[in-house]
């Protein structure tokens, strides 16, 4: 029976720098024995001094200073949610607007909307609202994001390369560009094929050429973002909470021993004396402390002795309960330079609120900025007589309604503002330009809906005619009963 098991078809087209592949990209197989042998994946526990030692060299302790922080992101909630928040803050709201447009010159308006559609097309395939997120996050995390791009006719994948095996070399197009180490596949041979074409390629000059260790990949590929742009080496954003992260992991523990000593209690049996001699047997005095300890719940102690006993308490003097914990919760986000109130921090204004979230903005639309530059140095590979470049709007999920608002305000005083205000609102330009079709010209919705009658409609339009025109019949009829009455009042 012929085997049908689908396989992956990988074509380097070198002319067009391009993959005429399928829409699937394997991760692993399964089935190789190299994953069913494989050991679990697990983390390093780091010590608190270990990272503070790092903070000294933080370009010698690259790789553990982003494993620190790799390890963080998945045990500690706070930074998890430092991360995510700055990662899912921006609502990628963009737009796409002509490049190096020459009005001096006849313009051929049906050849420019064909190729403005082929773009947003383009621009949507790539499913910048997902693959974004991954991306920003990683960013945020590890401070760089080495990736590879994936695509064909109708989809787009942006894979994330192992960063210890990345170093960036240089700029193009105001863009970071990176080389790959190739001994990667030594020890990952069984991942070589799913990597593509030119990977293989380029690791069989290397077996060939150990000098060839390190290799640019083609740079219509590459796809590198980097927070500490003024930084020439990777290096965790957020680095000064990682000392805060283990204040309040030591902090939860002695609060948990605080409480467990509170909770436990002792009891003394003490054994009657007289000139010096028990007034108790000894075998007496053990059946007592035995029957007691068989009733004694397990945080309730006993012993006996022949001495008086006293307590001591080592809580602090005072009736102030200092909350370490939450003190230390609070100086994380401190040091992340974040509000608390935004986690569920406390006493805070809702001014110093609005100042730290735009604050906090402005890391974001910085890093957008770039993002944008990377898929622009992509968009002018493709063909056309015009060109055309995307935009990332300064909007986030806190300012989005004031910045759909500031776009309809300036699109009412005829400002082209009008897509703006769409993409403010998260429709993305090829999502407006075919909902309006569908609206207008296929289901005419704006002829067929009319709104409800109110104050408001009537006072302006056909509405506000016809209620003019019916203040008017009302007027003549005054006039016409006045004029009935009077010769009325006259006659007597």
Known sequence: MPNTEKKEIMVWDKSMGNFARLGEVPIRNLNQDYYINRSSIHYTKYKKEDVVKWFTDPEANEKNLRNASIYLYEVSPHYRRLINYFAKLHTMAYIIEPYKLDQSKKIDTAKLKETYIKICNYIDKMNLKHEAVKILTTCFREDVFYGYVYETTDSYYIRKMPPDYCKINRIEDGCFLYQFDFSYFTSHKEDLESFGEEFIEKYELYKTHRSMRWQ?????RTFCLKVNEDINFPMP?????????????????????????????????????????????????????????????ENIGAFLTPMDVEDHDFQKSGNVDIDNVGDATKTFWNDAGVCSLIFGGDKQTSATLSVSIKSDEQMVFALMNQFGRNINR????VDGRYKFKIQFLDVTYYNQQETYKSYLNAAQASLPTTTMACAALGVAPIDMMNMNFLEDDILHIKEKFEPLKTSYTQSSGEAGAQLRKKKANSYLTLVKIHETIIPIKNTR
Request: net charge negative; aromatic share 12%; no cysteine.
């Open 216 to 220: 640019s990949l083609s740079s219509k």
């Open 237 to 297: 954003p957020f680095i000064g909470v990682f000392a805060g992260i283990f204040d309040i992991d030591d902090y939860k523990g002695l609060q948990k021993a605080r409480t467990e000593i509170g909770n436990y209690k002792i009891l003394s049996l003490k054994i009657p004396m007289e000139d010096g001699d028990y007034k108790m047997e000894q075998e007496d005095a053990l059946m007592y402390y035995n029957n007691l300890l068989k009733v004694l719940p």
């Open 378 to 381: 992509l968009l002018k590979q």
